[in-house]
């Protein structure tokens, strides 16, 4: 990273960077068209009637309801303006293109953990691909953290006990600073991360260097032979589990849930929060055993099964 | 501050004017106690929407018979209340009414205490259930929601006794000092506990729909 | 024969058991300024740490603990208290034409429980600290955190009592006290502001209790509201917590903007532009105020369509705030101006304020929040509302008013030498913060990126100046109580009911009955100024 004695402006490592600049430049502009004018007169005022200057005075009431009308009209629509542009762009930041490439995030004090698909591991650095989207779904172990990448214009809070999405696409190679902007607790201001963006040859050679024997899918498919799920969950004492992802499901008390990630993650450490309609509520729960970084690998082992051959789609 | 020799206070005009300052005053302290209990409420609401099942596995567990007496009771007092206040209103003109609305106020204070009794049973019982304090690892209840569920009845519900209790002071303190109070602020006095106690009733009607009877 | 003022009598029997609002008042104004220089040494120790990039002064543990110190003590007990209790307190009775509070004894009780609870808080601060930041987030205050956490909590608890007493007393007595002619459209902008100020002090206070109850409850008994793992919510907290603190920040500001009406109209000698409509932006701020408390959360989980919600009604709550503004200016269009040290507070409040409510705006834009959220950017914006504005607001009023509490005359020239101080050294410390968050300079550091440097030794600077503009008023302002001129019944020759008795004034404030004739802000050439 480079050092400056003075940086006025953080870098800017990917269109929306840019876009959310242009917002921010503009929003700015407006509201000093708007302010400048009540400091002018202020001044104008201040210069002219104190007292001892001969000015014409009135000290009668006074009040004028085009004015009034006026400045509370148009700044409103001047805002509304900037609101619309500012929720386009929160739109396109909060949805991720659906090719995105995913990155598994583990947060917990005090540092960051990253898995990605092919089941390389990093703690507290993450080397992505420039010009591709990248999604990370995130969770944390303990308390509320906060992943912030300012070259990225980007954050989002990290929870426990359920997943939490942010998702970009930086453009230039570079190695830009991570932090962590939620307050947790006594090294708050020690979890910092890196954020190392490649170009796509660097970046196949940095996954070759570092690749596992297994991608994160079978390193879930591992845990869930390891784990015994199968002896449940291949008979007819427990519900299949091919094709589940992104299906509905009904449970036990007549109403229906989206099998997403969190809900996957919900039936391995809180199996009795969501019964499924027709099973025994006989699971037990593997928060003791299976941390989220091992979940995260079961769930993507599970988002990868194919449905059963008998498997209807409703 | 209310004097004994029946003038206002120095900054009232009249005594009208003093007695509608103390209730809007009132008014405005039952506000702030709605926006208290109904956050609290909000709450309760959230987690029966969130976890149902849960929900459902603590209150079926809950008490109703002794909830429902005890709602009977808190209503029963709010009337006497109500009767005491409008037999104060006729404290200057008839004579010896003293000794009805002492009774009233009595008999208010004695259900409030009922109240609490039962309350007091009931917590003994759910404590011998092994459902309170609900966040011991061996309660009978097996969803942690219906764990949660019982705790935010406690606090509620403790919460809400906590204000009987205070409500039952200042009654028993009326029927004590009565005689010796001004007609005057005697009767302001009795309207603004009177005020008081129908609020902490109206928050036990709402409470026992939200923790006992909804989803039961 | 004129009636003794209420100062006269002496022994501190008669100080801590008076029913007197104006003395209830002086003793606020003791306690708040005191909770006020214990959060300027936490703030102290803060910057001071801040000059450099690595964590030479304080631990990391102990620069957490300064934080949620200067936060607690800043905000419940010197900025929610502050315009209300004091100024609240002395001039809403004597605005109206009333003797006194609708219920003394309540004021004073008031008093006590602020007093308790801080001085509880105080200690649990001190002699264990905690490490929560004031805004206590699940889990980390309910499961993770050492320190003692339920103890702050109780004193915070017990001073939110305070808070919601004053507000009954205050509408109270504006509703049932106002003297015979004083309708509602003649009441000074002050006292729409403190009633407006108090809807939210009776309103919004009584949930914060309930956050502080479950709190206390999950960190002592884990009762499972706040956990995931025992299928509570720690967002559940956010939401309660940010309905109470956001109409909170309300609680502060409003009754600043009821003060810069005064000054600006007593500086000007003229009727404010617009009155009603400045009268109706005080209730509209209280009202669209509790609407907004998500804004606070566009990052931490909530759902997209409410983000996008509370981002609009951001900026809806703006406009009223505005039309403050540009009222307050257009009053010195033809106005009669004298530039005492009063008005260059009521100055420094306007520019501060717009800064901070313009990047208040830039931060309620949802895709910029995304980047400056739990950035210095927040920081610096909400110092500039709560200090920059609300601090002025409060040293303007002290400036103003002064003559007529003590009945002693300050030297101008150091009002103004402080005021001007504030506005430079003010800026100097938070304006570069503004470019530190959006650099990407998290809050809640202790160790910082070295790059981040050069303007945090700008706002360390900035601080050392502030810290000596704060403390000047306490010297030449108490110093005034022993060698000042003794001032006169309308030192500054501006309308309404206080500058018409005597300064101090008597305790029942008004010799005979008040009947009230005129509009507010009189300033005609007849317009009566005899002693009422």
Known sequence: ?314 | MIRSDEQPAEQFAAWAQQREAARLGMWLFLASEVMMFGSLIMVAWFYRIEHADGVAEAVAGLHYGLATANTFMLLSSSLLMSLALIASEQMFSQPRPLLRVRRCLLGSAVLGLLFLTCKGIEYTLEYREGLLPGFSADSPLYLPSARLFMNLYFIATALHGVHVLVAVGLVLWLWARLKHLAPHQARTRIEMTTLYWHLVDAIWIVLFATLYLVGR | MSAPSYLHKQGLMSWFLTQDHKRIAVLYMITVTFFFFVGGLAASLIRIELVTPNGDLLTADGYNRAFTLHGVIMVWFFLIPSIPSVFGNFLVPIMIGAKDMAFPRLNLFSWYLLLGGGLFTLLALLLGGVDTGWTFYTPLSTMFSNGHVVAVICGVFIAGFSSIFTGINIIATVHTLRAPGMTWMRLPLFVWSMYATSIILVLATPVLAVTLILVAAEHLFQIGVFDPRLGGDPLLFQHLFWFYSHPAVYIMILPAMGVISELITASGHKRIFGYSFVAASSVAIAVIGFLVWGHHMFVAGQSMYASLAFSLLSFMVSIPSAIKAYNWSATLYKSDLTVTAPFLFALTFIGLFIIGGVTGLFLALLAADLHAHDTYFVVAHFHYIMVGAAVAGYFGALHFWWPKITGRLYPQLWGKITAVMIFCGFNLTFFPQFILGYLGMPRRYHTYDPDFQFLNVLSSAGASILAVAYALPFFYLLGSLRWGERAPMNPWEAAGLEWRIPSPPPTHNFEAPVIVDFEAYDYSPEARRDPL
């Not at chain 1, 990225?152 to 190679?173: N, T």
């Open chain 1, 1 to 314: 990273m480079k050092e400056h004695l003075l940086r006025l402006w953080p870098e800017q490592a990917s269109d929306y960077a840019v876009s959310v600049d242009w917002l921010v430049i503009g929003f700015t502009a407006m509201m000093v068209l708007f302010v400048v004018p009540v400091f002018v007169a202020l001044w104008l005022f201040i210069w002219r009637y104190r007292r001892g200057r001969k000015a014409d005075r009135d000290h009668r009431a006074q009040s004028n309801l085009p004015i009034e009308l006026t400045w509370i009209i148009l700044p409103f629509i001047g805002s509304l303006v900037v609101f619309l542009f500012s929720a386009r762009l929160f739109f396109i930041a909060r949805t991720p293109p659906a090719d995105a490439m995913e990155i598994q995030v583990t947060a917990r004090q005090w540092m960051w953990k990253f898995q990605h698909p092919g089941g390389q591991r990093e703690i507290n650095t993450v080397h992505v691909p420039a010009r591709r989207a990248v999604k990370l779904t995130m969770i944390s172990e303990d308390v509320i953290h906060s992943l912030f990448f300012p070259a990225l214009r980007i954050k989002q809070d990290v929870l426990p006990g359920r997943y939490s999405m942010l998702w970009f696409q930086a453009e230039h190679s570079g190695t830009y600073e991570a932090y962590c902007a939620q307050y947790c607790g006594t090294d708050h201001a020690a979890m910092l991360a890196r954020l190392v963006v490649l170009d796509p040859a660097d970046y196949e050679r940095w996954l070759q260097a570092n690749g596992t024997q297994a991608d994160l899918i079978s390193q879930g498919e591992t845990l869930y032979r390891q784990f015994g799920c199968g002896s449940c969950h291949g008979t007819a004492s427990a519900p299949p589990l091919e094709g589940l992802y992104n299906q509905q499901v009904k449970l036990a008390d007549g109403s229906q849930v989206l099998a997403d990630d969190d809900y996957l993650r919900e039936s391995i450490m809180l199996p009795q929060q969501k019964l499924v309609a027709g099973y025994a509520p006989i699971m037990p729960t593997y928060s003791n055993l299976l941390d989220e970084e091992a979940v995260q690998r079961l769930v993507a082992y599970l988002r990868a099964l194919p449905a059963g051959p008998a498997k209807e789609n409703p």
